[in-house]
C-alpha cells in the first residue's frame, strides 16, 4: 500500500521541479512511510511513497519495462500478480523484481484492456513515453482513492487531494455542490471533489492523456441481473468456495499480517476461513467503547477464543477532542461518517504489531446485511398506504414518539419508518442514508448557500439516479446495488483507506473480491433475507465454522456513541466550533438553525448526533485546510 503523485506536461520539459514533486510526494508519505522514489523525465514526472508489503528488497517504484519505456507506479495489491507472470514470463517478458507491480508494466504492453486483468485493489498511473500517454485506472470497487486535475495543458494526479492543493496550481475553492452532497450524506460523492477543478477518478474507470485529449471509460459494471437458475444450495456452496479462496489470496504478504475482529459475522467469517488456511496463529484486534450498549468485545473474544487467536483489545473512550483535528485531516475531504474515530485508533493500534490487516467490509452491501436493506421492504409494504393518511395522521403521530439514546430501540425503528413522510420506498431509504435531509435544505442552508448552488447548476443527488436505473428500486436487491455504487466507494472505502493510511497500515477486503461480488449480485434476491435477518446465504455459508452466538445474533453494526459524547465531553468542543460568530459553518448552514440543533439535543428533545457531528467534522476540516465555506 503507497501513495501515487504525478504530472504530465506535454507541452514543457521537464514537467516539474525537484523540490516541487518532492512537496508533493511529502503530502502523503504517511501512505508509505517506508521511503520515497521519484521519477523525472520529458512531460513526466511521477512520485511514489512505498509502504513494503509484497519484494521488500527489490520493489521500489515506479517500474519499468525492459527497455525503460513504459513506467508504473501502483497504490494497492494485484492478489494475482503470481499467475499473471507465468503467461507474461511464458510469453517473452522479462523481470527484474519479484513484485505484483511489475506485473501491470508488462500486461499494459500486451493491450490496453490490461485492468480487467488485474484482480485487487489499485489506483495506478502508466507513462507509455513511445505515444506520450497516461493511463490512470482504479479498481472496480474504489478501495483505492485517485484525484486528478486538468489544467493549463497539463494533468496533475496524487493519491489524496491535499496533494494537488499544496501545489499551488489551483485555488482553494469549494464546489457548492460538493458541499451539499457532502451535508446531505456525510460525504462527497464521485466524481466530484470538495475543491472546483479537483476530480475523482471513479471506481471501475480509466483515463487516457495524450496529445489527442482527456478520455474517462468505464471498464467494468456490476450485473444487476438475478439468476434464477442458481439454487439456494449451489448459492451457499458456491459462497463458501470464493470467500475462502479471496481470503487465501490475501494471505500473501512479507511482512506481519494480522485481522479485524469486531464480534460480527463478516469479521468472524474472515478470522476463521483464515484459520482453516494458515499454519500460524493469527493476530486478532478488537476495539469497543466504555458505552456498555455500544461496545461489542464480549462478541470478539467469543470468536478469538473459538478460533485460538493471538488477540488485542482497544477501548475508545470520549476524550479524543486532542485527535479530532488530525483524523479530519488524514480523512482528505470533509467526511462524516463517525465511525472513522475508532477506525483510527483502531489502525493505530493493530499497526504497532503488523503492517496488514484483513477485514470483514463489504460483508453487508455483497450479502445483504443492514437492517436498512430490511427496512426498505417494511417501507414498500408501508407506502400501500393512502398517501394522504401516511403524511397527515400517521407521520405527525410519529413525530412525537420521543428520542431514544440507547443503540437499539422498537420505538426508534417506528419512528425511521414512518417520519417524516416520503412519497416512495426508495425515497425513504434515500433518507434513511441522509444527515440533512433533502426536504431539510430550504430551512437549513443560508440564502447565499442556496444561490451558489443554484448558480453552479443546482444539487445532484447521486442516489436518485442510481435509483432511477433500475428497473424495482423498492427492493433490498436494489438497494444493495446502489449501496454498491454509491455508499461502498464515497464512505466505507474512504474510511478505510484514509484512517488505516493516516497509520501506514494496509487493509484488505476479501468480501470485495470482485469474483465474489460478481457471483453475489447473481445471487436471487429472495435468497437474503429471512424475517428480520438478512445474509442468509452467508450465514449457511459458514453455519459449520461460526458460533451460532455470532451467527444469529441481531446485526449491531459500527455504531459509535457520538450523540452521548456531544452532550458529555465535547460538549464544550461542540460549542466553541459550532456556535462562533466567525464559524464557517454558518455561511453554509443558518446560524439560527444550528443553535436550534445544540439546543434540542442538550435538552433531549431530538437526536441532533449525526449533523451536529457532520457540522463538527466540517468546521474542523475548514479550519485545518484554511479555506472559506462561502
Known amino acids: 500500500m503507497c501513495g501515487v503523485c504525478g504530472i504530465v506536461d506535454l507541452n514543457n520539459s521537464p514537467p516539474i521541479g525537484t523540490e516541487e514533486l518532492d512537496a508533493m510526494c511529502k503530502t502523503i508519505e504517511h501512505r508509505g512511510p517506508d521511503g520515497t522514489r521519484t521519477m523525472i523525465r520529458d512531460s513526466v514526472a511521477f512520485g511514489h511513497t512505498r509502504l513494503s508489503i509484497i519484494d521488500t528488497e527489490t520493489g521500489w517504484q515506479p517500474i519499468a519495462n525492459e527497455d525503460e519505456s513504459v513506467f508504473v507506479i501502483l497504490n494497492g495489491e494485484i492478489y494475482n500478480f503470481r499467475e499473471l507472470r507465468k503467461e507474461l514470463e511464458a510469453t517473452g517478458h522479462e523481470f527484474r523484481t519479484a513484485s505484483d507491480t511489475e506485473v501491470i508494466v508488462h500486461l499494459y504492453e500486451e493491450g490496453r484492456d490490461f485492468v480487467r486483468r488485474l484482480d485487487g485493489m489499485f489506483a495506478l498511473a502508466i507513462w507509455d513515453e513511445p505515444n506520450k500517454r497516461l493511463v490512470l485506472a482504479r479498481d472496480r470497487i474504489g478501495k483505492k482513492p485517485l484525484f486528478y486535475l486538468e489544467r493549463a495543458g497539463n494533468l496533475l494526479f496524487a493519491s489524496e487531494v491535499k496533494t494537488l492543493i499544496e501545489t499551488g496550481r489551483i485555488e482553494r475553492e469549494i464546489d457548492p455542490i460538493a458541499l451539499a452532497s457532502y451535508l446531505t450524506y456525510g460525504y462527497v460523492a464521485e466524481p466530484l471533489s470538495i475543491f472546483k477543478g479537483i476530480v475523482k477518478l471513479p471506481s471501475a474507470h480509466i483515463l487516457v492523456y495524450d496529445e489527442s485529449g482527456l478520455t474517462v471509460r468505464q471498464y467494468w459494471q456490476l450485473n444487476s441481473e438475478p439468476d434464477s437458475s442458481i439454487s439456494f444450495a449451489d448459492a451457499v456452496s458456491e459462497t463458501r468456495h470464493l470467500v475462502d479462496r479471496a481470503v487465501s489470496s490475501r494471505l500473501i504478504s512479507d511482512v506481519p499480517l494480522g485481522f479485524f475482529l469486531s464480534g460480527g459475522l463478516d469479521s468472524s467469517i474472515i478470522v476463521g476461513a483464515a484459520a482453516g488456511a494458515s499454519s500460524s496463529k493469527l493476530k486478532t484486534f478488537s476495539i469497543g467503547f466504555e458505552e456498555d450498549s455500544y461496545s461489542e468485545l464480549g462478541y470478539a473474544r467469543t470468536v478469538a477464543e473459538r478460533f485460538d487467536t493471538d488477540h488485542e483489545e482497544f477501548v475508545v473512550t470520549a476524550d479524543m477532542a486532542r485527535d479530532l483535528q488530525s483524523i479530519v485531516h488524514y480523512a482528505d475531504e470533509p467526511f462524516a461518517d463517525s465511525s472513522m474515530v475508532p477506525m483510527h485508533y483502531l489502525s493505530r493500534q493493530t499497526r504497532q504489531h503488523v503492517t496488514v490487516a484483513l ?21 414498500r409494504k408501508y407506502h400501500r398506504i393512502p398517501k394522504s393518511v401516511r403524511k397527515r395522521l400517521i407521520g405527525p403521530l410519529a413525530s412525537m414518539i420521543p428520542e431514544s439514546p440507547g443503540k437499539r430501540s422498537n420505538l426508534r425503528r417506528i419512528k425511521r419508518l414512518t417520519y417524516p413522510a416520503t412519497d416512495s420506498a426508495e425515497q425513504w431509504y434515500m433518507g434513511w442514508m441522509q444527515q440533512f435531509r433533502v426536504e431539510s435544505h430550504p430551512a437549513a442552508f443560508t440564502s447565499g448557500f442556496a444561490s451558489a448552488i443554484a448558480e453552479n447548476g443546482g444539487w445532484h443527488d447521486h442516489m436518485s439516479s442510481a435509483f432511477a436505473g433500475l428497473d424495482d428500486p423498492a427492493t433490498a436487491r436494489s438497494a444493495q446495488l446502489v449501496d454498491m455504487k454509491t455508499y461502498l466507494p464515497g464512505d466505507l472505502m474512504v474510511k478505510a483507506d484514509r484512517m488505516s493510511m493516516a497509520h501506514g497500515l494496509e487493509v484488505r477486503s476479501p468480501f470485495l473480491d470482485h469474483h465474489l461480488v460478481e457471483f453475489a449480485s447473481r445471487i436471487p434476491g ?83 448526533a449525526v449533523r451536529l457531528w457532520n457540522l463538527i467534522c466540517l468546521e474542523t476540516w475548514a479550519q485545518s485546510f484554511k479555506v472559506s465555506l462561502g
Not at 435477518?533 to 446485526?555: C, F, M, N, T, W
Open 526 to 608: 429472495d435468497y437474503s433475507i429471512s424475517g428480520r435477518s438478512g445474509k442468509q446465504v452467508l450465514k449457511h455459508a459458514y453455519a459449520d465454522l461460526i458460533p451460532d452466538e455470532i451467527s444469529r445474533r441481531p446485526k449491531a453494526g459500527f455504531t459509535v456513541p457520538v450523540g452521548e459524547w456531544i452532550n458529555g465531553p465535547l460538549r464544550n468542543l461542540t460549542r466553541d466550533l459550532l456556535l462562533a460568530p466567525d464559524a464557517e459553518v454558518g455561511r453554509v448552514i443558518r446560524p439560527e438553525f444550528i443553535a436550534r440543533m445544540v439546543e434540542q439535543h442538550a435538552s433531549r428533545r431530538h437526536n441532533h
Open 359 to 379: 477485514s470483514g467490509d463489504g460483508g453487508d452491501e455483497v450479502f445483504g446485511g443492514y437492517d436498512r436493506y430490511i427496512g426498505l421492504g417494511l417501507a
